[in-house]
């Protein structure tokens, strides 16, 4: 496979045009049912930076409408797993990926896949909040749209409050939607930069450790989010707390040093694990 | 399984208070092990003071038992345990139950003691101190199975449990010849019945401690194991 070099004509994954005309389509699976549908199946993936490998060849699925948390050391490779389910690890110069990476089948490092639709369909949320300072609320949440449609006033407000209400944020800010984004709370901030993945209407959101600025309470909404949004998105969530791994998700992977040591219900890996390592992990005994 | 060595948290308070934990479950053993010795003794020999002394030495034994759940909550919320540690804790808060309920039992034989002291004997009852010895012996290896997370011991003392089953049902029979032979007898057949059953009821609970040592070592349930509706 699949280095990550420049997209070539968009194929299959061009069918995502316009993401956010696609409100309200049928899902396969409910989240209610006990087998959810494979989202990404990720083989043999592999990620290096310059000549240092830092993935070791994964194998894993994540499953469709279901949080998965990944947990690991600093520099496990937590990080870079999932900026390789958007092919945003690419972006660093000297970076390279190998393996296989599909989502609902199709390999995101296939010929003609367009990165830039990708990352609309697989949207992400960092550490820090990152909204764009001088833009107003509004302009924020619909930051993303913009750079790819022509939105029509009605419209652009109809998605804006959309987006702002799946990120429990609208009745917050409704009434001050033309101030700066900036001056919202550490935790409003971060809601904002969910409500704007989730304006351009993707299938899966990457959370980077989406909490660890937060306060208790603001983490407490996120994690409240993060059940709400399990019924519509397959998430993914980098954390460094446990205790929120083990309260949001419904599998945990553990990573090491680049390698997956273990991948089980969350049920499982935080009350019986099995193995060593995950158990001297989760349990603080590491090193 | 070889008992597996617990390998140190990186916090070493963690693991103080894990030590302090497992020293005070100990403490209680102890004492309620000798209160099973004492009560039995008490009514082997007609002691009724030994016996008093005995129901005494339960506050104690509830002291224990309050002192180890509050250590529990401590470590639950300021730790928030994982994976075997987390089935230490949970263990650790059923234990004392079991404990402190082993010590209520015994509490009840000393207040029979009392009574039958007062009453002429019936006959010996040779196999009483037998099966007591054997409780104890259980609840003995059951605190050592726990302390070094040794499965074998633990169903050792699961096994045994069987043993006392069948000398409850042998003594339980023998009580009900004598009974029916001599109707004077059946206030103090009652008593002694009463007796038997709370030694049989004490190593219940140590069988419980047992299988849970066993989840804790294994992290696998083995509790009514084929009798729980949709159990694999």
Redesign the interface.
């Known amino acids: 496979m699949a280095s990550a070099g420049a997209p070539t004509a968009p194929e299959k994954l061009r069918m995502t045009q316009s993401a956010h005309s696609r409100p309200g389509r049928p899902r396969e699976n409910s989240v209610n049912s006990e087998e959810a549908a494979t989202k990404f199946r990720v083989r043999r993936l592999a990620a290096w930076f310059g000549s240092q490998q830092v993935l070791h060849g994964l194998d894993l699925d994540i499953s469709k409408q279901r949080v998965t948390a990944i947990i690991g050391p600093s520099g496990c490779g937590k990080s870079t797993f999932i900026r390789c389910l958007n092919r945003m690890h690419e972006l660093v110069p000297s970076a390279r990926v190998g393996g296989e990476v599909r989502l609902d089948d199709e390999d995101i490092y296939g010929p003609g896949v367009d990165p830039v639709l990708l990352r609309r369909r697989v949207g992400m949320v960092f550490q820090k909040p990152n909204p764009f300072p001088s833009m107003s609320i509004r302009d924020n949440v619909l930051a993303g749209l913009r750079l790819t449609h022509q939105l029509a006033r009605a419209h652009a407000n109809e998605i804006n409050e959309k987006a702002l209400r799946s990120a429990a944020l609208w009745d917050e800010v409704k009434d001050r939607l033309d101030e700066p984004g900036a001056g919202l709370s550490g935790g409003q901030q971060q809601r904002l930069c969910i409500a704007r993945a989730l304006a351009v209407e993707p299938d899966v959101l990457l959370m980077d450790e989406p909490c660890s600025a937060l306060d208790p309470i603001a983490t407490a909404r996120i994690e409240d989010l993060i059940h709400t949004l399990r019924e519509r998105y397959t998430i993914v969530i980098v954390t460094h707390n446990?205790?929120q791994a083990?309260r949001v998700s419904d599998r945990t992977a553990f990573l090491l040093t680049g390698e997956l040591v273990e991948y089980a219900p969350t049920d499982r890996i935080?009350?019986?694990?099995s193995d060593k390592r995950?158990?001297?992990y989760?349990?603080?005994?590491?090193? | 399984m070889s008992p597996t060595p617990l390998?140190?948290?990186?916090?070493r308070q963690?693991d103080a208070q894990l030590d302090d934990l497992r020293a005070r479950l100990l403490d209680m053993a102890r004492r309620v092990e000798e209160m099973i010795a004492n009560s039995v003794r008490a009514l082997v020999n007609r002691d009724a003071a030994l016996a008093r002394r005995t129901i005494e030495d339960d506050h104690q034994v509830n002291r224990c038992e309050v002192e180890a759940d509050e250590l529990c909550l401590l470590i639950l919320a300021k730790r928030?345990?994982?994976?075997?540690?987390?089935?230490f804790l949970t263990l650790a808060l059923k234990m004392v139950t079991d404990l402190e309920r082993i010590g209520d039992l015994a509490v009840n034989i000393c207040e029979r003691a009392i009574d039958l002291s007062h009453v002429p004997e019936v006959k010996p009852w040779e196999e009483i101190p037998g099966m007591a010895a054997i409780v104890r012996a259980m609840v003995r290896e059951a605190i050592d199975a726990f302390i070094s997370r040794d499965v074998v011991k633990a169903q050792q003392v699961i096994d045994w449990d069987d043993e006392v089953d069948a000398q409850y049902r042998h003594v339980v029979l023998d009580l009900i010849n004598v009974m029916v032979n001599d109707r004077s007898t059946v206030e103090s057949g009652v008593m002694i019945q009463s007796v038997v059953k709370w030694l049989e009821r004490m190593a219940d609970h140590t069988t419980n401690i047992a299988e849970q040592v066993i989840f804790m070592v294994r992290?696998?349930d083995i509790r009514h194991l084929g009798k729980l509706p949709n159990q694999v």
Do not use: N, V
């Not at chain 1, 989760?282 to 090193?287: E, L, M, N, P």
């Open positions: 446990m205790q083990a935080f009350t019986a694990p995950t158990e001297d989760i349990t603080g005994k590491f090193g | 390998k140190a948290h990186t916090d963690y928030q345990p994982m994976a075997s540690d987390l089935r992290g696998k």
